[in-house]
């Protein structure tokens, strides 16, 4: 486990030092991205515009969400890892981040779910949404404000839940 964790850690900083010194402004866009607001718009303009498939979308997404953010919070309060901006000493993130946990990562855990969801019901867009997902993800390590295995778990996360909540409704 301790290898595990010191390659982790090593990645980390392999991957955040690419940032060292430079404009994160579009790293930080990217990382707003998935905040959450653009996963209703994207549900509800659907829902309003497309007849095929846009309510079945949004009902799904809405249930995976459901599912999604009480396991999630369950999990970081479970694991409780500290993250890397609060862990090392002489190291500051470039954003502060919105709690105090990282594992898994909830942007993440979110934009895998809305990438999956959309690559389910219209996958013409498949490579473009988890392209895009996997960016959201990347941008939270280069931010400083988690490893690449809260990432990974974030990604797991995700697309268990919209996987289920597929399955649920038809």
């Known amino acids: 486990m301790k290898l595990f964790a010191r390659a982790d850690t090593q990645l980390f900083y392999w991957l955040f030092?690419?940032?060292a010194g430079k404009n994160c402004?579009?790293?930080?866009?990217?990382?707003?991205?998935?905040?959450?607001?653009?996963?209703l718009l994207i549900g509800l303009l659907l829902w309003a515009f497309e007849p095929e498939h846009g309510a079945?979308?949004?009902?799904?997404g809405l249930l995976a969400y459901a599912l999604e953010?009480?396991?999630?919070?369950?999990?970081?309060?479970?694991?409780?890892?500290q993250r890397?901006?609060?862990?090392?000493?002489?190291?500051?993130?470039?954003?502060?981040?919105?709690?105090?946990?990282?594992?898994?990562s909830g942007h993440t855990a979110a934009a895998f779910l809305m990438a999956s969801l959309i690559a389910h019901f219209y996958p013409g867009f498949s490579l473009l949404v988890y392209g895009w997902a996997?960016?959201?993800?990347?941008?939270?390590?280069l931010l400083g404000v988690h490893y690449p295995s809260d990432i990974a778990a974030g990604a797991v996360l995700g697309?268990?839940?919209?996987?289920?909540?597929?399955?649920?409704?038809?």
């Open 25 to 39: 402004r579009l790293i930080r866009w990217v990382s707003r991205t998935g905040d959450g607001h653009l996963y």
């Open 56 to 60: 079945l979308f949004l009902y799904t």
């Open 134 to 141: 996997t960016t959201v993800g990347l941008s939270r390590v």
């Open 69 to 81: 953010l009480p396991l999630y919070v369950i999990l970081k309060k479970s694991f409780k890892r």
């Open 84 to 104: 890397p901006c609060d862990l090392f000493n002489n190291f500051s993130a470039h954003i502060s981040p919105s709690d105090k946990f990282s594992l898994p």
């Open 159 to 170: 697309l268990t839940m919209s996987v289920c909540s597929i399955a649920i409704l038809p």
């Open 17 to 19: 030092n690419k940032t």
